[in-house]
């Protein structure tokens, strides 16, 4: 931590002062600072009140300031912006006692100081529920993911027969899935989050010209297999006849019996299922024939540059291919980024493929009728 920091940090705060609690720095324990004294600025760079040492966050960001004995923040045109209780600053903004600040991704919660009630554990919790409440409400509730859908394609024909969902999100530090599910396992949300990206992505695939066969992720917490069942059944109230494979990432393969059981399950409800990455990891491929899934989804790890692969290895991704599809589950090729890969995937047995080649993921205005296709 900064001398900066340190100093304010220490300095002691009366009944009555305002006082900001949260993580300064990512990986640092949240921390109280008592607001004074105000203006109080907040940014990147050192000499301000308050330096965060965080990528989003600009180098002058905001200010705290009086009004009478009023408390306000204003944005100082920072790039990632300010938010309060989950709204960016376009003016300057009266705080109440519990308000949620943020400045770019970073949360924090302003509060009228009790010295008797702000406890450690208080201030901890707090910030630790600063993201849940402000970020993962809206995560959760929908409005701020963003289902993606990239194409699976028939080798043979080059046309879509399905799409895979990648959820995306509008939300600052939060727009990919490896940081949404970071943060969401953080929170202990991850199913949540999961579930919610499935019915988000069902109820915008409404849009679509023809309603599109979509294949769902799950996330590794969520192979219990009897919620998962449960999730995907109350899926399938919201999506009636739509066409639904789950994915199941490989790891889960060396629980065989399980896999199968979740099979029969979806399949009484008219799912299917996919190994997902199958190439990425340990799965032996006498557990993935033993739990047989619908499909088996071949990492781009075993896809790439599989023109310029030796004698062995394409024997070795022909001859597995072959196996899988003797006992009838569809191989796909995942991650195919040239014609080249996309002609050795067919070469090599190859029913159905994925990749930035065939299309990259896009949101539903892409597919949507009336709405003319984004270039490039
Ligand atoms: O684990 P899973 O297969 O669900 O992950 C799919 C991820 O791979 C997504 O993040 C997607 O954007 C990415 N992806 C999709 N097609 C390609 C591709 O052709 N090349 C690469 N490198 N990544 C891809
Ligand atoms: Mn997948």
Not at 272 to 293: C, M, N, S
Request: aromatic share 6%; with cysteine.
């Amino acid at each position: 931590m900064t001398e900066q920091a340190q100093s304010v940090l220490e300095r002691p705060s009366a009944a009555g002062d305002w006082v900001l609690s949260g993580r300064l720095a990512e990986e640092s324990d949240s921390r109280s600072v008592t607001l004074a004294p105000l203006p109080f600025r907040v940014g990147r760079r050192s000499g301000l009140s308050l330096m965060l040492p965080r990528k989003t966050v600009s180098s002058l960001h905001a200010e705290f300031f009086l009004q009478g004995d009023k408390l306000f923040l204003r944005d100082l045109g920072s790039t990632n912006g300010t938010f309060v209780n989950g709204k960016p600053l376009t003016h300057e903004c009266e705080l109440c006692d519990n308000d949620l600040v943020q400045f770019a991704d970073a949360p924090f919660r302003v509060t009228r100081g009790q010295p008797d009630e702000r406890s450690h554990t208080r201030k901890k919790d707090t910030c630790d529920h600063a993201l849940a409440i402000v970020q993962f409400e809206s995560l959760l509730g929908g409005k701020s993911l963003i289902p993606n859908y990239q194409p699976i394609v028939d080798l043979a024909s080059g046309s879509a027969i399905a799409f895979e969902v990648l959820a995306r999100s509008r939300l600052i530090g939060l727009e990919t899935p490896d940081y949404m599910f970071t943060a969401a396992t953080h929170l202990g949300a991850a199913v949540e989050l999961s579930e919610a990206v499935r019915r988000v992505a069902v109820e915008d695939s409404g849009l679509f010209d023809t309603l599109p066969h979509l294949f769902m992720n799950t996330h590794p917490s969520e192979l219990r297999i009897d919620s998962l069942l449960g999730s995907c059944g109350e899926l399938r109230k919201r999506a009636g006849q739509q066409k639904i494979t789950i994915e199941i990432h490989e790891a889960a393969i060396t629980r065989g019996s399980e896999m199968a059981a979740l099979r029969s399950g979806l399949e009484a409800m008219d799912m299917t299922i996919a190994f997902d990455d199958f190439g990425a990891g340990q799965a032996r491929i006498a557990e993935l024939i033993e739990a047989r899934p619908h499909y088996l989804k071949f990492d781009r790890c075993i896809i790439r540059e599989l023109d310029k692969a030796d004698v062995s290895r394409r024997r070795l991704v022909g001859g597995l291919v072959s196996m899988v599809r003797d006992v009838g589950i569809l191989p796909v090729a995942e991650g195919v980024e040239t014609k080249e890969e996309r002609d050795a995937s067919i070469d090599l047995g190859f029913v159905l493929a994925q990749g930035y080649y065939f299309g990259r993921p896009m949101p539903v205005a892409h597919y949507a009728k009336g709405v003319p296709a984004p270039k490039g």
